[in-house]
C-alpha cells in the first residue's frame, strides 16, 4: 500500500552458526598434488551470512569469500511496522537475474520478515551478487557478494632498466591458496612459468604470498605477468604490468639519426663551396685578380683584345 | 637594385626567395624545436617521478628552466651573435641542446637533470632560435611577413607531433632511451644552421668586387671612391676595432631603447604576455571543471593547435598585402584585441560547444598574434639592430613569462574560478592592444609634420632620392612613426651620420666568416 510507514529501527547483524554434517569434498575431480582438503574432511561449514535491516535503510552488502566447498546460507531480516499490509513477495537475485520465485508469507505478528536463500558453492560460476528483494514501498534490498578472496599486490605497475632484477609478490591476506600459477602474456596467451623452464625466472610460494623473481630483465621482458592463487573452488589472481626500459636499445636509433645529420651537414657545405669555387672561377676568367682603377677605366674591349693578343702571341712563339 | 650613394658601395637586397626558402625550412622547425620542447618533455614526467621519487612540481621545473634560458639568454645570444655570425652560433647553439639532452639521459639525480636538460638545452635551443629570425629577417624583405607566419606555423605543427612522438619513445624506451633520441634530433637544429648561408657584403673578396664593378655606375669617380675604399680596407687587419666602426659595431645595441616605438611594443609585449599563454594552460582544467569528460577536454588543446597551424601562415600571407603592410603595427594590436575580446567573450561558456568555439576563435587570434610579433618588431627597428632589439625583447618578455601564468594559477587556487582568469587574460590583452593602437597613433600624428620637413631636407641636401622608393616607404613606416627627440631636431646630421656609417659598415670586414652587419635591407631615413 502506498504511504507505508516504516519505523527505523537499528539493526543488529549477528552470525548463526549451526553444524551441518560435512560436505565431503571429491578429491578426485582435482588434480591437486597436494589434496589439503584431507585434513579438512569433516570440518566443511556452512557458511551463513545474514542482513538484518529495516525497511528504508539501504543497508552495506556482505562481502561473502569462500574458499573451499561448501554450503552457503544467506538471509534477510526485515523489520517493518505492523501496519505494513500483507502479503508481500520477496525473491532473490544473482547479477540482476531471478533466481527464486517463491512468494513468501510472512509472519506479521513479530514484525520481521525473513528470506533464506541456500545454495552450494562449488566452483566459480557459483560466485557473483546475490541480492535479496523485498517488494516493499518503496523495494527493499540486501545485496551479498559472494566471491573467491582476492589477491593484493604492491604495484600493478613496475618498470625497471635492463638489467635489474624484479621480485613480484602477491598476498591473498588470510586465505591460503592450495597452490599458487605465474604465468606472463605471450602474443595473447598465457605462457606458465616454473622454476624448471628457464633460468631467469624464479618462483618462491610460502602460505598466503608469493613471489616472482626475474633475474637480469631485457626489453622483451615488458609483458602482463599473472599471478593466481588457486582454492578448491577456483582461482583468482591478477595481472602486473611490467616494463622494462633499454637504454642500449635506443642507441642505434640514435646513432642513425647522428649520421643523418652529419651526411646532411657536410653534404650542405660541400655543395655551398663548391658553388662558390665554381663562382670564383668563372669571375677569374672574365676579370683577373689586381684589377687597377686604370685598368677599369680602360676595361674597353680594347684592353681586353690587347690582353689576348699578347697570349695567342705567347702561344704563337711557343709553337 | 638600391640607390648608389655618393662614396658608398651599394648593399646587398635581400634575394626574397631562392635559398630564402630553405633558410625559412630552417627557421620552421627551429621555431618548432624552440617552443614545442618545453611541452614535449612534460610526457616523460610521469616515469621522471617514479624513477626518482620526487613530485609533479619538481619534473615541471624542467620545463621552466627551458623557457627560462629561451627568454632569459636573449641579450647573451645578441652579443654573440653580433660578435660572431650567426651561423657559427647556430652549429654550437645545436651541438649544445643535443649534448643536453644526451647527457641527460645518463643523469642519476633531478639536479642533473635540471642542469643537463634544463640549462644547457635551454641555451642551446635560445643560441638557435635568435639566430635563425635574424636571418629570416634578412634573407626576406618583401615577402618577410609571409615568411614571418610559414616559419612561426612551425611552432604548432612540432607542438602537436613531437609530443605523441615523445610518447611514443617513452613507451618503447623509457625516458632515458627517450631523451637520448629526442638529443639525436636537436642535433637537427645543426642542419638548420649549415643551411643558414650568410649573405655576403659586397666587399667581401675579389669575386665581390668584380661583381661590384659591374653593377657600378658609370661615374668614375664613383669607381675610384669604392676601390679606394675596397684597398684601404684591405690593408687594414681585421677592419672591425678601428675607430670609426667602434660605434656601429656594438655587441649590445642598447640605442634601441632610444626608439619610442620600440619601447611602445616592448611594453605593449610585455603586458601581452602576462596575459597570452594563460586561457591554454587552463582551458582543459576549466574544462574538466564543467563536467567535460578527459579525452575530449584534451581534444579542445588539440583544436587550438590544429587552427593555429593554418592561422599563421594565413595571417602572414594578410600581412603581406599592400592594404596592411604599410600597418602591420596596427593589424598586430587588432590581432591582440581580437585574442582578448575571445577570452572576456567565452569566459561563461558553460557548455562543450561554447568551449569549442572559444578554442577555435582563440586558434585563429592566436596564431595571428604569434605570426606577427617578430614583423613588427623586424619592421620597427630594421635589420641592423634586430639582433640586438630581440635579445632585449626576449629578456623583458621573461619576466612577463615568469609573472604571468603562475600568478594565473595562484588566482585559480584562490579564488576557485575559472571565469576570473579568463576576464584577467582578456582584459591584459585588451589593455596591450589599446595601449599599442593608442601610442603608434598618438606618435605617427606627432612625427608626420616633422618628418614631412625633415624628408624635403634631407633631398635637398642630398640631391638623391633616400629611399622614397615605393618599397621603402612600406618598409620605412613603423619605424619612422616614433622617432626620439634626440633624432628628431637634427635630421640632417643624422642623415650623414647614417651615410657615413653605411658607408663605414660597409667597409667592415669579417676575416673569416662572410656575415657582417654592413647591409641594410630596408634603409632607413633616420635611426
Known amino acids: 500500500m502506498a504511504g507505508l510507514l516504516i519505523k527505523q529501527t537499528l539493526s543488529v547483524i549477528f552470525l548463526l552458526v549451526s553444524f551441518w554434517d560435512q560436505v565431503e569434498s571429491d578429491s578426485s575431480q582435482y588434480a591437486t598434488p597436494e589434496p589439503k582438503t584431507s585434513t579438512d574432511v569433516g570440518n566443511h561449514l556452512p557458511v551463513v551470512e545474514t542482513i538484518h535491516f529495516s525497511g528504508s535503510s539501504r543497508p552495506k552488502p556482505i562481502t561473502v569469500n569462500v574458499t573451499k566447498v561448501t554450503k552457503i546460507v544467506l538471509s534477510c531480516n526485515l523489520t517493518l511496522l505492523a501496519t505494513h499490509k500483507s502479503p508481500i513477495t520477496g525473491m532473490w537475485e544473482k547479477d540482476g537475474n531471478k533466481i527464486d520465485k517463491r512468494e513468501f508469507d510472512f509472519d506479521q505478528n513479530t514484525g520481521h520478515l525473513f528470506q533464506n536463500y541456500e545454495f552450494d558453492f ?20 540486501g545485496r551479498f557478494e559472494v566471491q573467491i578472496p582476492p589477491v593484493w599486490t604492491k604495484n600493478m605497475k613496475e618498470i625497471r632498466s635492463d638489467g635489474d632484477h624484479i621480485n613480484l609478490t ?83 636509433p640514435f646513432v642513425c639519426i647522428v649520421a643523418e645529420v652529419l651526411v646532411l651537414v657536410i653534404f650542405i657545405l660541400v655543395c655551398e663551396r663548391k658553388m662558390k669555387q665554381k663562382e670564383d672561377l668563372a669571375e677569374g676568367e672574365k676579370f683577373p685578380e689586381r684589377l687597377t682603377t686604370d685598368e677599369l677605366l680602360d676595361s674597353t674591349e680594347n684592353g681586353a683584345r690587347h690582353r689576348k693578343v699578347e697570349s695567342a702571341s705567347v702561344q704563337e712563339m711557343q709553337n | 637594385m638600391g640607390h648608389s650613394k655618393p662614396g658608398g658601395c651599394p648593399p646587398k637586397e635581400a634575394p626574397d626567395g631562392g635559398w630564402g626558402w630553405m633558410v625559412l625550412i630552417g627557421c620552421f622547425m627551429i621555431t618548432g ?36 634560458m629561451l627568454y632569459g639568454t636573449g641579450p647573451l645570444c645578441s652579443i654573440v651573435v653580433n660578435r660572431f655570425s650567426c651561423r657559427p652560433v647556430m652549429l654550437v647553439g645545436g651541438l649544445l641542446a643535443s649534448s643536453g639532452m644526451i647527457l641527460a639521459s645518463f643523469s642519476v639525480n633531478i639536479t642533473q637533470l635540471y642542469l643537463t636538460a634544463g640549462v644547457v638545452t635551454g641555451l642551446g ?48 624506451y ?156 596596427y593589424f598586430f594590436s587588432f590581432s591582440m584585441l581580437c585574442n582578448g575580446l575571445t577570452d ?8 562543450y560547444t561554447g568551449l569549442v568555439a572559444f578554442c577555435v576563435f582563440f ?31 626576449l629578456l623583458i618578455e621573461a619576466f612577463a613569462v615568469l609573472i604571468g601564468p603562475p600568478s594565473a594559477g595562484h588566482l585559480v587556487d584562490a579564488f576557485k574560478n575559472y571565469k576570473l582568469i579568463f576576464y584577467m587574460a ?5 589593455l596591450s592592444a589599446v595601449f599599442l593602437f593608442g601610442a603608434f597613433y598618438l606618435c605617427l600624428k606627432q612625427n608626420q609634420p616633422k618628418n614631412r620637413k625633415g624628408r624635403q631636407q634631407a633631398e635637398d641636401v642630398e640631391g638623391e632620392t633616400v629611399a622614397m622608393g615605393e618599397n621603402s616607404t612600406v618598409q620605412d613606416y613603423t619605424g619612422d612613426l616614433c622617432e626620439s627627440p634626440l633624432d628628431e631636431g637634427s635630421l640632417e646630421q643624422s642623415l650623414s651620420r647614417v651615410q657615413k656609417d653605411q658607408r663605414d659598415d660597409c667597409n667592415v670586414t669579417d676575416a673569416d666568416s662572410g656575415d657582417t652587419e654592413c647591409f641594410e635591407q630596408h634603409e632607413k631615413t633616420s635611426l
Not at chain 2, 592566436?366 to 632585449?392: C, H, R, T
Not at chain 2, 582578456?426 to 585588451?430: H, R, V
Open chain 1, 122 to 141: 562449488q566452483n566459480g560460476s557459483d560466485a557473483g551478487t546475490y541480492t535479496c528483494v523485498f517488494d516493499t514501498n518503496p523495494k527493499s534490498e
Open chain 2, 125 to 172: 635551443l635560445a643560441l638557435n632560435f635568435q639566430p635563425s629570425l635574424i636571418m629570416l629577417g634578412r634573407y626576406f624583405d618583401k615577402k618577410r611577413p609571409l615568411a614571418n607566419g610559414l616559419a612561426a606555423a612551425g611552432s604548432p605543427v612540432f607542438l602537436s607531433a613531437l609530443s605523441p612522438f615523445g610518447q611514443v619513445l617513452l613507451d618503447y
Open chain 1, 170 to 252: 602477491c598476498k591473498s591476506d588470510q586465505y591460503i591458496p592450495l597452490y599458487w600459477i605465474w604465468s606472463k602474456e605471450v602474443k595473447g596467451s598465457k605462457v606458465t612459468l616454473s622454476n624448471e623452464t628457464e633460468d631467469q625466472y624464479y618462483i618462491y610460494s610460502i602460505g598466503n604470498k608469493s613471489s616472482l623473481l626475474i633475474k637480469s630483465l631485457i626489453m622483451d621482458n615488458t609483458t602482463y605477468y599473472h599471478c593466481d592463487a588457486v582454492y578448491e573452488v577456483g582461482f583468482s589472481g591478477l595481472r602486473i604490468h611490467l616494463k622494462v626500459n633499454s637504454l642500449v636499445a635506443a642507441v642505434i
Open chain 2, 174 to 329: 623509457g625516458w632515458r632511451g627517450g631523451f637520448l633520441i629526442m638529443g639525436g634530433l636537436l642535433l637537427n637544429c645543426c642542419t638548420c644552421g649549415a643551411v643558414m648561408r650568410p649573405l655576403e657584403s659586397l666587399t667581401q673578396n675579389s669575386k665581390n668586387k668584380s661583381e661590384a664593378k659591374e653593377m657600378l655606375p658609370t661615374t668614375s669617380l664613383e669607381l675610384e671612391n669604392c676601390q679606394q675604399a675596397v684597398t684601404r680596407n684591405s690593408t687594414k687587419d681585421g677592419g672591425r676595432k678601428s675607430g670609426t666602426n667602434k660605434k656601429s659595431w656594438k655587441l649590445l645595441d642598447f640605442s634601441v631603447f632610444q626608439n619610442r616605438s620600440f619601447v611602445i611594443y616592448t611594453i605593449s609585449k610585455f603586458i601581452l604576455v602576462l596575459g597570452l599563454f594563460v586561457p591554454p594552460i587552463m582551458i582543459v582544467n576549466y574544462a574538466k571543471d564543467i563536467g567535460v569528460p578527459d579525452t575530449e577536454a584534451a581534444f579542445l588543446l588539440s583544436i587550438i593547435g590544429f587552427i593555429d597551424i593554418f592561422a599563421r601562415p594565413l595571417s602572414g600571407v594578410v600581412a603581406g598585402l599592400d592594404l596592411v603592410r604599410p600597418r602591420v603595427a
Open chain 2, 33 to 68: 624545436f624552440s617552443y614545442a620542447f618545453p611541452k614535449a618533455v612534460s610526457v616523460y614526467f610521469k616515469e621522471l617521478m617514479h624513477d626518482f621519487h620526487i613530485g609533479y612540481s619538481d619534473t615541471a621545473w624542467i620545463s621552466s628552466i627551458i623557457l627560462a
Open chain 2, 426 to 430: 582578456g582584459s591584459e590583452l585588451i
Open chain 2, 363 to 393: 586558434g585563429v587570434t592566436y596564431g595571428m598574434v604569434g605570426a606577427l610579433q617578430f614583423e613588427v618588431l623586424m619592421d620597427i627597428v630594421g635589420s641592423q639592430k634586430f639582433p640586438s632589439a630581440i635579445g632585449l625583447l
Open chain 2, 344 to 351: 572576456v567573450l567565452s569566459a561563461r561558456a558553460a557548455t
